[in-house]
Protein backbone atom coordinates (compact mmCIF):
# COMPACT_ATOMS: atom_id res chain seq x y z
CA UNK A 1 0.00 0.00 0.00
CA UNK A 2 1.29 3.09 -0.63
CA UNK A 3 1.95 5.55 2.59
CA UNK A 4 3.52 8.74 3.45
CA UNK A 5 6.59 6.97 3.96
CA UNK A 6 6.91 4.52 1.38
CA UNK A 7 9.87 5.24 -0.62
CA UNK A 8 10.00 6.45 -5.05
CA UNK A 9 11.60 3.35 -5.51
CA UNK A 10 9.20 0.98 -3.44
CA UNK A 11 6.39 2.82 -4.99
CA UNK A 12 7.72 2.41 -8.82
CA UNK A 13 8.00 -1.33 -8.02
CA UNK A 14 4.62 -1.46 -6.50
CA UNK A 15 2.82 0.73 -8.74
CA UNK A 16 4.31 0.20 -12.06
CA UNK A 17 2.67 2.94 -13.75
CA UNK A 18 3.42 5.33 -10.69
CA UNK A 19 5.96 7.06 -13.00
CA UNK A 20 3.36 8.03 -16.01
CA UNK A 21 0.59 8.84 -13.49
CA UNK A 22 3.47 11.10 -11.53
CA UNK A 23 4.29 13.06 -14.49
CA UNK A 24 1.06 13.52 -15.89
CA UNK A 25 -0.76 14.73 -13.41
CA UNK A 26 1.63 16.58 -11.08
CA UNK A 27 5.08 17.13 -13.59
CA UNK A 28 6.36 15.62 -11.25
CA UNK A 29 9.59 13.25 -12.11
CA UNK A 30 9.42 14.22 -15.96
CA UNK A 31 12.90 15.80 -15.94
CA UNK A 32 15.52 17.15 -14.26
CA UNK A 33 13.72 20.07 -12.51
CA UNK A 34 11.02 17.71 -11.12
CA UNK A 35 13.12 14.56 -10.77
CA UNK A 36 13.36 12.89 -7.33
CA UNK A 37 15.87 9.89 -5.63
CA UNK A 38 14.95 6.11 -5.52
CA UNK A 39 15.57 6.75 -1.47
CA UNK A 40 13.49 9.29 -1.20
CA UNK A 41 9.79 9.03 0.26
CA UNK A 42 6.36 9.97 -1.21
CA UNK A 43 6.04 12.71 1.64
CA UNK A 44 9.50 14.39 0.72
CA UNK A 45 8.32 14.39 -3.13
CA UNK A 46 5.09 15.63 -1.97
CA UNK A 47 6.27 18.74 0.26
CA UNK A 48 9.15 19.99 -2.15
CA UNK A 49 6.14 19.94 -4.91
CA UNK A 50 3.69 21.57 -2.75
CA UNK A 51 1.05 18.81 -3.11
CA UNK A 52 -0.98 16.95 -0.79
CA UNK A 53 0.29 13.39 -0.04
CA UNK A 54 -3.34 11.64 0.73
CA UNK A 55 -4.45 13.35 -2.68
CA UNK A 56 -1.27 11.89 -4.55
CA UNK A 57 -2.15 8.21 -2.65
CA UNK A 58 -5.34 8.84 -4.14
CA UNK A 59 -4.52 9.08 -7.92
CA UNK A 60 -1.60 6.76 -7.60
CA UNK A 61 -4.32 4.09 -6.80
CA UNK A 62 -6.40 5.29 -9.37
CA UNK A 63 -4.24 4.85 -11.85
CA UNK A 64 -3.40 1.65 -11.23
CA UNK A 65 -6.64 0.31 -11.26
CA UNK A 66 -7.29 1.92 -15.28
CA UNK A 67 -3.58 0.12 -15.70
CA UNK A 68 -4.98 -3.84 -14.17
CA UNK A 69 -6.98 -3.20 -17.02
CA UNK A 70 -4.42 -2.55 -19.75
CA UNK A 71 -2.87 -6.16 -18.47
CA UNK A 72 -3.51 -9.58 -20.08
CA UNK A 73 -1.14 -12.83 -18.61
CA UNK A 74 0.82 -15.14 -20.15
CA UNK A 75 -1.67 -17.91 -19.79
CA UNK A 76 -4.66 -15.55 -21.71
CA UNK A 77 -2.24 -14.94 -24.38
CA UNK A 78 -1.76 -18.40 -25.12
CA UNK A 79 -5.16 -19.32 -25.10
CA UNK A 80 -5.85 -16.69 -27.20
CA UNK A 81 -3.24 -18.40 -29.53
CA UNK A 82 -4.83 -21.43 -28.83
CA UNK A 83 -8.51 -20.68 -29.57
CA UNK A 84 -7.43 -19.24 -33.02
CA UNK A 85 -8.03 -15.57 -32.29
CA UNK A 86 -6.95 -13.09 -34.46
CA UNK A 87 -4.59 -10.01 -32.87
CA UNK A 88 -1.49 -8.29 -33.04
CA UNK A 89 1.18 -10.05 -30.94
CA UNK A 90 4.40 -7.47 -30.74
CA UNK A 91 7.64 -7.44 -29.05
CA UNK A 92 8.56 -4.24 -27.97
CA UNK A 93 11.94 -5.17 -26.57
CA UNK A 94 15.39 -4.11 -28.94
CA UNK A 95 16.06 -5.97 -31.94
CA UNK A 96 18.57 -7.78 -30.51
CA UNK A 97 16.76 -9.06 -28.16
CA UNK A 98 14.07 -10.06 -30.47
CA UNK A 99 16.28 -11.93 -32.63
CA UNK A 100 18.16 -13.42 -29.60
CA UNK A 101 14.67 -14.66 -28.04
CA UNK A 102 11.29 -14.33 -29.41
CA UNK A 103 7.57 -15.86 -28.92
CA UNK A 104 6.20 -17.74 -31.65
CA UNK A 105 3.71 -15.56 -34.22
CA UNK A 106 5.12 -12.19 -32.49
CA UNK A 107 7.03 -9.36 -34.47
CA UNK A 108 9.01 -6.69 -33.65
CA UNK A 109 8.02 -3.42 -32.89
CA UNK A 110 9.14 -1.08 -35.51
CA UNK A 111 8.09 2.54 -35.89
CA UNK A 112 7.35 1.76 -39.39
CA UNK A 113 5.09 -0.81 -38.06
CA UNK A 114 3.42 1.52 -34.78
CA UNK A 115 2.59 3.72 -37.40
CA UNK A 116 1.41 1.47 -39.16
CA UNK A 117 -1.30 0.09 -36.34
CA UNK A 118 -2.34 3.55 -35.79
CA UNK A 119 -3.45 4.24 -39.30
CA UNK A 120 -5.32 1.04 -39.85
CA UNK A 121 -6.60 -0.83 -36.84
CA UNK A 122 -9.92 -0.03 -35.64
CA UNK A 123 -10.41 1.07 -31.82
CA UNK A 124 -11.47 -2.47 -30.74
CA UNK A 125 -8.55 -4.37 -32.73
CA UNK A 126 -6.88 -7.14 -29.83
CA UNK A 127 -3.00 -5.55 -30.31
CA UNK A 128 -0.55 -7.53 -27.35
CA UNK A 129 2.51 -5.89 -26.64
CA UNK A 130 4.90 -7.32 -24.68
CA UNK A 131 8.94 -6.72 -23.36
CA UNK A 132 10.74 -8.48 -21.30
CA UNK A 133 10.40 -8.65 -17.69
CA UNK A 134 6.61 -6.66 -18.04
CA UNK A 135 8.33 -3.34 -16.58
CA UNK A 136 7.81 -1.06 -19.27
CA UNK A 137 4.79 -2.46 -21.40
CA UNK A 138 2.36 -0.04 -19.50
CA UNK A 139 3.82 2.58 -20.72
CA UNK A 140 4.22 1.78 -24.79
CA UNK A 141 0.41 0.11 -23.71
CA UNK A 142 -1.24 3.15 -22.61
CA UNK A 143 0.37 5.38 -25.73
CA UNK A 144 -1.37 2.49 -28.18
CA UNK A 145 -4.36 3.40 -26.14
CA UNK A 146 -3.78 7.16 -26.11
CA UNK A 147 -3.66 6.85 -30.06
CA UNK A 148 -7.16 5.00 -30.14
CA UNK A 149 -6.20 1.59 -29.70
CA UNK A 150 -8.11 0.78 -27.18
CA UNK A 151 -8.00 -2.85 -27.36
CA UNK A 152 -4.47 -2.56 -26.79
CA UNK A 153 -3.56 -5.29 -23.66
CA UNK A 154 0.39 -5.57 -22.25
CA UNK A 155 1.20 -8.61 -20.96
CA UNK A 156 2.26 -9.42 -17.62
CA UNK A 157 5.64 -10.46 -16.88
CA UNK A 158 6.65 -10.23 -20.24
CA UNK A 159 8.78 -13.07 -22.04
CA UNK A 160 9.98 -13.79 -19.03
CA UNK A 161 6.92 -14.56 -17.62
CA UNK A 162 5.96 -16.34 -21.18
CA UNK A 163 8.87 -18.62 -20.44
CA UNK A 164 8.03 -19.52 -16.82
CA UNK A 165 4.34 -20.19 -17.10
CA UNK A 166 3.74 -21.06 -20.83
CA UNK A 167 6.84 -22.22 -22.97
CA UNK A 168 10.26 -23.12 -20.40
CA UNK A 169 12.02 -23.90 -23.82
CA UNK A 170 12.21 -20.09 -24.52
CA UNK A 171 15.25 -19.67 -22.70
CA UNK A 172 15.17 -16.90 -20.27
CA UNK A 173 17.87 -13.64 -19.67
CA UNK A 174 18.97 -11.09 -17.60
CA UNK A 175 19.82 -7.79 -18.62
CA UNK A 176 22.54 -5.30 -16.82
CA UNK A 177 19.95 -2.76 -16.13
CA UNK A 178 17.08 -5.12 -14.72
Given at each position: MAEATTSMVDLLAAYPGARRALFS???IGGCSSCAYRDDETLAEV???NEIGVSEVIA???QSHEVDKGMLISPTEV???IDDGKSFVFMDTRTREEHEAVAISGSEFM???RQQELFGTSKEDDVIVLYDHTGGRVLDTCAWF???GLKGTRGMTGGIDAWSNEVDKKIPRYRLEMD
Open positions: RYHCERHVLKAMTQEQGH
